[in-house]
């Protein structure tokens, strides 16, 4: 089975879709919820992905290559039935948290060269181990391998990478389609999406966008935005590039953001997020709601006997109060921190269907206008 996505409609540059894959339907645009090790921080299941309405697990290769193992997790028949989640999941390809590791990789031609980080031993992944890892884990959607360059590189350095990349992602394609016709493959419809990078020059991820459409992939990514640049510029970097991707195939802006960067990238053309916000923010009891985040560790909570947001939905305010998710944050509470992150992947959640059901109304504009002036404010 093939990626099957279907534009529905658009407002001005904003798409309503959908994406059939072997693993269930899902509508666009949509937030993907980011479980690195095949879980959320905070103590979120696959239980609690399914009430609070994800629609698309997102897992770290590198991370599960090097603690328990690929190998270990298609003995067990894969992400899915490891991890008890029957929905899509997409899988990175490792490549961001290679290159995050500066001070030990080396780069060539073939692959990168790196060390673990958790006991230091010697790794090496290219584009066929990549393909490899992420067929072992059986993903509905598997990433390219790809370098990120830094928002700022020199133009002399962001060049020949991006020639490079180009050239991984041929070698990801012809490895996946090998893959994906040998017998004991877990998932033999997994999907390849290819990986637009340039930094932030416009001519360069232009003519990466034309160059990775030739390959006629299920789908695209945006990748190497939000590490370093202004918001601004990454909302340029979007405006110039997304109009060069096919327009007949889903558009992941990867590693973005915030509730305003979401709203400014569906108003740009794309169609799929993930980011370590709602999650992390939860954490430190940081949360969002339609106006404004608060902190709920400040005093004025103690007392306060409202719900995070009045009328939210989510497991934490339909049956507590912003004192007592405080008081156990305060307390050093385990359920605390699962309340926030709960609460803030709801929201996450909730809005892409606020945004969808404004799109299908021809509405969007206004929407996006309300939510920005709202979430400005600070609680």
């Known amino acids: 089975m093939s990626s099957c996505f279907k534009l529905i409609k658009k407002d001005g540059e904003a798409r309503r879709g959908e994406l059939t894959t072997v693993h269930g339907t899902v509508q666009t645009p949509l937030f993907m919820n980011v479980g690195t090790v095949a879980a959320i921080k905070g103590g979120v299941s696959s239980e609690d992905l399914e009430n609070i309405g994800c629609q698309v697990e997102l897992?770290?290769?590198?991370?599960?290559?090097?603690?328990?193992?690929?190998?270990?997790i298609k003995r067990f028949g894969g992400l899915h039935k490891f991890m008890d989640w029957h929905k899509p999941i997409l899988t990175d390809s490792g490549g961001f948290q290679v290159f995050s590791l500066a001070s030990m990789r080396k780069i060539k031609e073939e692959g990168v060269t790196f060390r673990s980080h958790i006991d230091g031993h010697k790794i090496f992944m290219g584009p066929e181990e990549s393909m490899r890892i992420q067929s072992n884990l059986g993903s509905t959607i598997a990433m390219a391998f790809d370098e990120c360059p830094p928002a700022k590189a020199a133009r002399e350095y962001v060049l020949p990478s991006v020639q490079r990349t180009e050239r991984w992602l041929a070698r990801c394609k012809a490895e996946?389609?090998?893959?994906?016709?040998?017998?004991?493959?877990?998932?033999?419809?997994?999907?390849?999406?290819?990986?637009?990078?340039?930094?932030?020059?416009?001519?360069?991820?232009?003519e990466n966008a034309k160059k990775i459409s030739e390959?006629?992939?299920?789908?695209?990514?945006?990748?190497?935005?939000?590490?370093?640049?202004?918001?601004?510029?990454?909302?340029?970097?979007?405006?110039?590039?997304?109009?060069?991707l096919p327009i007949d195939k889903p558009r992941y802006l990867m590693g973005v953001g915030t509730p305003a960067n979401i709203l400014e990238a569906v108003d740009r053309g794309i169609d799929m997020f993930d980011c370590v916000y709602p999650s992390r923010n939860g954490r430190?009891?940081?949360?969002?709601?339609?106006?404004?985040?608060?902190?709920?560790n400040n005093a004025k909570y103690a007392e306060d006997d409202r719900p995070i947001e009045e009328g939210c939905q989510c497991p934490a305010c339909r049956r507590y109060s912003r004192a007592y998710i405080r008081h156990l944050h305060k307390s050093g509470e385990m359920l605390g921190l699962r309340l926030c992150v709960l609460h803030n992947l709801y929201f996450y959640n909730h809005l892409m269907e606020e945004i969808r059901q404004a799109i299908d109304e021809d509405r969007f504009a206004s929407f996006k206008r309300e939510m920005l002036d709202n979430l400005k404010a600070e609680k």
């Open 59 to 72: 897992s770290n290769t590198y991370h599960l290559h090097v603690r328990t193992g690929d190998d270990l």
């Open 176 to 206: 996946m389609d090998r893959l994906n016709s040998l017998e004991d493959t877990i998932n033999k419809d997994q999907l390849l999406f290819g990986i637009n990078q340039g930094a932030v020059y416009n001519d360069i991820r232009i």
């Open 215 to 244: 390959l006629d992939l299920p789908g695209y990514a945006i990748g190497g935005l939000a590490v370093g640049e202004t918001h601004e510029e990454m909302y340029d970097v979007i405006e110039h590039t997304a109009p060069f």
């Open 284 to 296: 430190h009891g940081h949360l969002y709601t339609h106006f404004g985040k608060i902190n709920i």
